[in-house]
């Protein structure tokens, strides 16, 4: 049961003693790793809204009270309090997957705000769930929240893009190569699934039209010639309050897919509609009534009937393909959304032991799927790939007798084929690992996580102009996701690429989104500042950054740069930054 003491004027005497004996829990544990300053920052906000005043809980507060910032801070320029914030946050995330798995109280700080969130729960049955689920008592880590994946994937795709770093000089024009927004795909219709109406509002009909809109995504997603918008940046629109073909114009769409899905005595009633977006017109509308057992011929016929519309043809090969991909249990594809959303950020072990048991049990329900197999060779090949296991034959070996299995139930896996290409990464071989991007563009050619990591590995080949056209599709294809790293990695190709001003623009559009962010970024934006002789706004930034590192803040920037980057001249305008605000650090 969620607390809401924002809206109070302070909290009662039992829920205030309650939180003070969780926050002196949490600041007990070896497994809570706030820094001084963070854990001040955590005591402030709660003690404030405690004490009714969660309203003045503002980015210039915070830095002036905890943060030691003068009266004249600047909270949009200087970013310091949302990036504490953004590492409390992990930090938070990372207790409650260890020792905290069993409190009674659950302290967060909800994106877009400095207000904590108290959570109270029954402990006890949690704790029966958890154990019934994984066989082993008290495993709960497996059961984060859903918003946790996604950080992951963001700050993985944000770590590994620097790997193709080339050396700072005269800013360069952006190319052909970097293809404009409104020429992404050219003359190709792009459908967006918006999330189709329950009738009757039953718990049942709700998570049933979700289901089927979930899945006519993926399915259309195999379709070569549509361009299919995430569902993760439509699911959250609603058909009751806001006006979804303008929300589709709004994420780039030409066509939206909405309905309704009513439950009846003997099955579902699924009313959908085709929209033209400029015309606003309907350009194509069906009603399917079906058996539960005879879901997947009617979402094959709404793929044939849709792409029929558009002129394309669906050939038993690409039929055969799409049905490969779907899930039989609802309840293994929601285990496997959790297990690739806890593995980000992709620093932690512990979220990878989560992932792998959750993985385990999805190859358990789905033993003839190829969901579980991908997705523990992709899990496992992050692992290795950020030194959380040895890179070794046999761990390799392990990851892609996993990815190989996958492909046999579907030769069109994109996890499976993405890691693969992270297989060639770890031996050194970009070039090979690009192969496997582009197979996975091909196989899946609405797939945002295919075009991002075919970015990312044309980046460790040295290619960041190349690498910014599919990062920009990758971008338009999950416009709303701000989890994933795929701006961050845009930043990184565009300074490389020697567009330093769009660098720039984009990883300030990152950070205003909120998505992952640290010191690496900061670094790169003090970078594309010099190479544009604009030393003001660098020094701002590094001093920033040593504030950081004066407070015990270090980053491992040479080794991480080590892991993804050969040449030593790459990696040497963002050493330089670093080792600039290390010195400030030190003169403080």
Request: hydrophobic share 40%; net charge negative.
């Amino acid at each position: 049961m969620e607390s809401q003491l924002s809206e109070r004027k302070s909290a009662p005497p039992l829920e205030q003693a309650a939180i003070d004996e969780q926050l002196d829990r949490m600041f007990e544990s070896s497994q809570f790793g706030a820094n001084d300053r963070r854990r001040a920052f955590l005591k402030y906000i709660v003690d404030e809204t405690l004490a009714g005043r969660a309203d003045c809980l503002k980015g210039y507060s915070i830095g002036v009270s905890v943060l030691g910032r003068s009266e004249d801070f600047d909270a949009t320029s200087d970013p310091v309090v949302r990036l504490e914030a953004r590492r409390l946050r992990r930090e938070l995330e990372h207790y409650y997957l260890t020792d905290g798995s069993n409190d009674p109280l659950v302290i967060t700080i909800p994106k877009g705000s400095y207000v904590p969130s108290f959570e109270f729960r029954d402990i006890s049955s949690e704790h029966s769930m958890a154990s019934g689920r994984t066989g082993k008592s008290g495993r709960t880590g497996w059961r984060a929240p859903n918003w946790l994946l996604l950080i992951l994937l963001m700050l993985l795709m944000a770590v590994t893009g620097v790997m193709l770093i080339q050396n700072v000089g005269t800013e360069i024009p952006p190319t052909d190569q970097a293809t404009a927004d409104n020429d992404l795909w050219g003359d190709l219709p792009v459908v967006a699934v918006m999330p189709f109406n329950p009738l009757g509002n039953s718990a049942v009909s709700s998570v049933a039209a979700r289901g089927i809109a979930e899945d006519i995504t993926t399915d259309l997603a195999r379709v070569q010639g549509l361009r299919v918008i995430s569902y993760a940046s439509t699911a959250g629109l609603s058909d009751g309050a806001v006006d979804l073909i303008d929300e589709g114009r709004k994420l780039g769409a030409t066509h939206i897919l909405r309905g309704s899905l009513q439950t009846m005595t003997d099955g579902y009633r699924l009313n959908i509609g085709l929209v033209d977006v400029d015309s606003r017109g309907e350009i194509w509308a069906k009603r399917f009534d079906y058996m539960t057992a005879d879901r997947f011929d009617t979402q094959t016929e709404i793929s044939r009937e849709i792409s029929a519309t558009f002129s394309i043809e669906l050939f038993p090969e690409l039929t055969s393909r799409i049905e490969d991909a779907r899930w039989t249990r609802r309840d293994a594809r929601i285990l496997y959304q959790q297990a690739l959303d806890i593995i980000h950020p992709p620093s932690d072990p512990a979220r990878f032991d989560a992932a792998h048991t959750l993985l385990e049990r999805v190859v358990s329900l789905e033993p003839d799927a190829p969901h579980g197999h991908a997705g523990l060779g992709f899990a496992e090949s992050h692992r290795t790939w950020f030194g959380l296991a040895p890179n070794t034959d046999e761990s390799r070996a392990v990851i892609r007798q996993h990815a190989e299995i996958a492909l046999e139930k579907d030769p069109a896996n994109v996890r499976a084929l993405l890691t693969l290409g992270i297989l060639e990464v770890l031996m050194g071989q970009p070039q090979q690992a690009i192969e496997f991007g582009q197979r996975a563009v091909e196989q899946e050619p609405s797939s945002s996580l295919a075009h991002g990591y075919l970015g990312m590995f044309l980046l460790y080949a040295g290619k960041p102009e190349q690498a910014i056209t599919p990062l920009k599709r990758s971008l338009s294809l999950d416009p709303l996701s701000i989890r994933r790293p795929y701006r961050n990695m845009m930043g990184i190709s565009q300074f490389h690429a020697g567009h330093y001003r769009d660098s720039l623009k984009t990883l300030q559009e990152n950070l205003d989104l909120g998505g992952p962010f640290g010191p690496h970024m900061m670094v790169y934006q003090a970078a594309g500042n010099a190479a544009l002789g604009q030393f003001d706004e660098e020094a701002a930034i590094l001093e920033s950054l040593s504030a950081m590192i004066a407070e015990g803040e270090t980053f491992p920037l040479r080794q991480w740069l080590e892991k993804v980057i050969n040449d030593p001249k790459m990696m040497q305008p963002l050493l330089d930054e670093y080792e600039k605000a290390k010195s400030l650090a030190e003169a403080r």
